[in-house]
């Protein structure tokens, strides 16, 4: 690995990176130069990935308190997936999104899904269209490949073989024909060059048209993406994003708090029977290529009023068993074998690792500020000497803080860190159980 200061991070991302920390909102691309720790999470998330690649599936439930790291975890998650050949996709579920609902909130998360959709080619979103538009292009150059050109008579027969042969493939379940004819169609429009035709697929594959007249005026298709099947055309994709060239299809729901706060009953019950549903297609086999990842605090999860455990048949799935009363314990082994991944604390020396990181990017992008490796250990424990912050205190609370303090001296002309935060000796004195981390030197963080 290399040290930071061998490191270029391009100035847009930079300064994307220290905005979004400032405000406690974690920034959507460059999460890996700021990644610490979580090493047993990611690495059973990389199991998982090599499993959804021979074309299984799997469903996590990322689960901590708020600022604990979810969001965080998953932006370096996404990252690390499309570097490997997946497709992504994430959503924030909200009051206008949920997983089931029959006033649209399913299809607008499906809608945000593929909005979302990255790949290495297209890292920030919107990759639908360069996904078909370069499996048709592969496509045609594997045909020369065979000694077909393009100006032969065979060369349209065959292209058209090949394409066919896939969507052959796919057309099993729910909507397959539909999804096949579309992608059909739209290779036809993109032979043909024609944008109107093209931007109707488009349209289509992203759920938006209105009412199957629409679709079938415009596509000659009998259906359309909807609340009730938007799940169905998720599967599809991963199974068409597999025979494409893709590892597979990596879903990234957030936010799922949200359904926890439904005060419907009956509503809430309907979202998480779609979880349900999801869980036993993945572990079942039942959806090639597809993994799904939902992040919720632990009330989502744990509260049996409101929350997943208020679900008997998602309780009995989910609940730690006899030898699972430990999750932190099981997080420090390395091992995590069932689908509920609890966000730990970082540890203090990772806590300290994180703000020499920050100081860094901050000095890279607003230039030189005097702060000693003492004086940040000093911040740190400042921070974790307060009541409660041993189980409350969040890494977005304390960087957000040490982020305003390195603005402040930085700004001050002379003033020190401690003179900053610091209303007498005593506050920064480290707690007795603590181990200090010794002869740390901020410039040796890697990455």
């Known amino acids: ?33 700021i990644a610490i720790g979580r090493t047993a999470e990611i690495a059973a998330i990389c199991k998982d990935l090599e499993n959804v690649a021979e074309g299984g599936s799997a469903t996590r439930f990322l689960i901590g308190k708020y600022g604990c790291g979810k969001s965080f975890l998953i932006r370096l998650m996404q990252g690390y997936a499309v570097e490997k050949g997946f497709v992504c996709a994430d959503a924030d579920l909200s009051p206008e999104r949920r997983l089931s609902s029959t006033n649209g909130g399913g299809l607008a998360t499906y809608r945000e899904l593929i909005r979302n959709l990255s790949t290495k080619a297209s890292p920030d979103g919107g990759a639908l269209a360069q996904m078909i538009s370069k499996w048709l292009s592969d ?15 065979k060369f349209e027969k065959e292209v058209s073989a090949q394409i066919y042969a896939v969507l052959r493939e796919i057309e099993t379940g729910v909507g397959a024909f539909d999804f096949a ?20 697929c488009l349209r289509w594959l992203r759920g938006e048209f209105g009412t199957k007249t629409q679709a079938r005026a415009a596509l000659s298709v009998s259906g359309i993406i909807n609340d009730e099947n938007w799940y169905d055309y998720i599967k599809l994709f991963a199974a068409f994003s597999r025979r494409i060239g893709y590892g597979g299809l ?30 036993n297609d993945t572990l079942q086999g039942k959806a ?20 997943l455990f208020s679900y008997e048949a998602l309780r009995s799935r989910l609940v730690d068993n006899m030898f699972g009363k430990d999750p932190a314990a ?54 974790l000497d307060r009541a409660g912050a041993d189980t409350m205190i969040t890494p977005r609370e304390i960087i957000r803080a040490y982020l305003t303090a390195l603005g402040i001296v930085m700004q001050s002309g002379g003033k020190r860190l401690p003179e900053i935060y610091r209303k007498n000796e005593s506050a920064v004195l480290p707690r007795e159980e603590a181990t200090k981390p010794t002869d740390f030197d901020p410039e040796t963080i890697e990455f």
């Open 181 to 200: 004819r579309v992608i059909e169609t739209y290779y036809h429009a993109w032979k043909d060059d024609d944008e109107h035709l093209q931007s109707d």
């Open 1 to 33: 690995m290399n040290d930071m200061t061998s490191v270029r991070i391009p100035k847009r991302i930079l300064n994307s990176l220290l905005s979004s920390m400032a405000a406690g909102v974690v920034p959507r691309t460059g999460a890996r130069y």
């Open 139 to 153: 496509i045609q150059y594997a045909v020369t490949q065979t000694g077909v050109f393009p100006d032969s008579p």
């Open 330 to 383: 099981i997080t420090a082994s390395g091992q995590m074998f069932g689908p509920i991944m609890r966000l730990a604390r970082l540890s203090d020396d990772e806590l300290l690792a994180l703000l020499a990181r920050v100081t860094v990017l901050f000095t890279r992008s607003y230039g030189e500020v005097d702060v000693t490796p003492e004086e940040m250990r000093d911040f740190l424990y400042f921070m």
């Open 288 to 307: 090639e290529g597809l993994e799904i990842i939902f992040a919720g605090t632990p009330q989502f999860l744990e509260d049996t009023r409101r929350g």
């Open 250 to 279: 990596v879903i990234f729901i957030d936010e799922c708090v949200n359904l926890y706060k439904i005060p419907n009953r009956v509503s809430r019950e309907n979202n998480y029977e779609k979880i349900l549903s999801i869980f």
